[in-house]
């Protein structure tokens, strides 16, 4: 398996979750922008993923490598006058995502190659908010373990 396999299926995987709470203007899905946020449309939940680290894990053996890359997906909000609503959607969105990312079923190992999203000590899947000049970014970092 390949990291781009790999890559392809959390892609998949983000694309397919579904949002719970809707707020004008947003999108009822999640659309991944290969571009990233240079290219990214003006709507909602529009999402680019990119490497920022890796490794190889465990001794020199003769059995298959595993090997990690920390993954960052970004998400895009628009601006919005109510921003309460705004901050229960983006966090509706963090929960809707990393419980399917979180879900091995979806993973379907034996075609992407997917062994594991690792925790970063204690946690799983951390976030956070920022802003930008077009609105709110979600930023989660993804561990993903594969062969």
Same mark, same amino acid.
């Given at each position: 398996?390949?990291?781009?396999?790999?890559?392809?299926?959390?892609?998949?995987?983000?694309?397919?979750?579904?949002?719970?709470?809707?707020?004008?203007?947003?999108?009822?899905?999640?659309?991944?922008?290969?571009?990233?946020?240079?290219?990214?449309?003006?709507?909602?939940?529009?999402?680019?993923?990119? /490497? $920022?680290? =890796?490794?190889?894990?465990? *001794?020199?053996?003769?059995?298959?490598?595993?090997?990690?890359?920390? +993954? &960052?997906?970004?998400?895009?909000?628009?601006?919005?006058?109510?921003?309460?609503?705004?901050?229960?959607?983006?966090?509706?969105?963090?929960?809707?995502?990393?419980?399917?990312?979180?879900?091995?079923?979806?993973?379907?190992?034996?075609?992407?190659?997917?062994?594991?999203? /690792? $925790?970063? =000590?204690?946690?799983?899947? *951390?976030?956070?908010?920022?802003?930008?000049?077009?609105?709110?970014? +979600? &930023?989660?970092?993804?561990?993903?373990?594969?062969?």
């Amino acid at each position: 398996m390949s990291f781009a396999t790999a890559r392809d299926k959390i892609v998949e995987i983000v694309e397919a979750a579904s949002p719970s709470l809707k707020m004008a203007g947003s999108g009822s899905r999640f659309k991944h922008m290969p571009s990233g946020f240079e290219d990214r449309l003006a709507a909602t939940r529009s999402f680019f993923i990119r /490497s $920022s680290s =890796g490794n190889i894990h465990g *001794p020199l053996t003769g059995i298959t490598r595993r090997r990690l890359s920390m +993954l &960052s997906l970004s998400i895009s909000y628009l601006q919005s006058r109510d921003l309460a609503k705004l901050d229960k959607v983006i966090v509706s969105d963090y929960e809707a995502i990393s419980d399917d990312l979180l879900t091995t079923s979806k993973w379907d190992s034996s075609n992407s190659g997917i062994r594991q999203i /690792s $925790s970063g =000590g204690d946690t799983l899947l *951390p976030y956070d908010i920022t802003d930008d000049d077009d609105g709110f970014v +979600l &930023s989660i970092t993804i561990p993903m373990e594969y062969e």
